[in-house]
């Protein structure tokens, strides 16, 4: 039997990058898969394909995370085609990086909503769907620079911080009702965003990793899965970093 036969998850910003192969790792263990992004568009349609190819149900739902009524109605689609919500992966992410002196209100505002906010509108649309199941795994996507802060990203870094306080938090509030709740904190991982650096930068970062290379996609995705799935059923409140040794 696959390690999430007949589950279903929903995962936030899956289109592409990690979010696309959570939700591909997902499908090929047997889960039904529903993911937002903010337009469905031709990477999402093909993210929905893929998915579809292993045999499960998909729904892609073009939806601003961070909007509050917007992600309940997600949560209440969701309910509505499969029944019941087992896993819900907070991924959806953005950057707008710049030093503190420069950073504008709207660079600040947009990246705590986006990353922090939207996980908040989410866990609270799915925990009365989990509490009346008496069970699922809530994943929550911080980061490296949330465990240890990074100079140029102080709006990035507190929004990963308060991934942390908020799976912590939500982890003790939920633990009776066998609701699980974690943080995975990735390093510096491969993907459209990260591959658009120069090569000397991506070598520079690589030499800095005690494993000596940067991360894919499908290593967050392999984590993410273990949290998903029963071989983690004493698991909650933790943050795993998955990340080379870059932070230990």
Not at 90 to 112: C, F, P, Y
Not at 142 to 164: C, F, H, L, R, W
Not at 199 to 221: C, F, M, S, T, Y
Request: contains cysteine; charged residues 20%; aromatic residues 6%.
């Amino acid at each position: 039997m696959k390690l999430l036969e007949g589950k279903v998850a929903l995962i936030t910003g899956a289109a592409r990058g990690i979010g696309k192969a959570i939700a591909i790792k997902y499908a090929s263990e047997g889960a039904h898969i529903a993911f937002t992004d903010l337009n469905v568009d031709e990477n999402a349609e093909k993210t929905r394909a893929e998915i579809e190819s292993y045999g499960v149900k998909s729904l892609a739902i073009a939806s601003n995370a961070a909007n509050f009524e917007e992600s309940h109605a997600v949560v209440e689609q969701v309910v509505k085609e499969f029944g019941k919500i087992d896993i819900l992966v907070n991924n959806a992410g953005i950057t707008k990086d710049g030093l503190m002196m420069r950073m504008s209100e709207q660079q600040w505002d947009a990246v705590i909503n986006v990353n922090l906010k939207s996980a908040f509108n989410f866990v609270h649309a799915v925990t009365p769907v989990m509490m009346r199941q008496r069970g699922g795994s809530i994943i929550n996507m911080s980061s490296v620079v949330g465990v240890g802060g990074n100079a140029g990203q102080a709006n990035y870094s507190a929004s990963k911080a308060g991934m942390i306080g908020l799976t912590k938090s939500i982890a003790q509030e939920l633990g009776s009702r066998g609701v699980r709740a974690n943080a995975v904190a990735p390093g510096f991982i491969i993907t459209e965003m990260t591959d658009k650096l120069p090569e000397d930068v991506k070598k520079q970062w690589a030499e800095q990793i005690p494993l000596r290379r940067g991360g894919k996609p499908e290593d967050v995705a392999d984590v993410c899965t273990f949290l998903a799935s029963e071989l983690s059923s004493y698991v909650t409140g933790q943050v795993i970093s998955v990340c080379g040794g870059m932070k230990m």
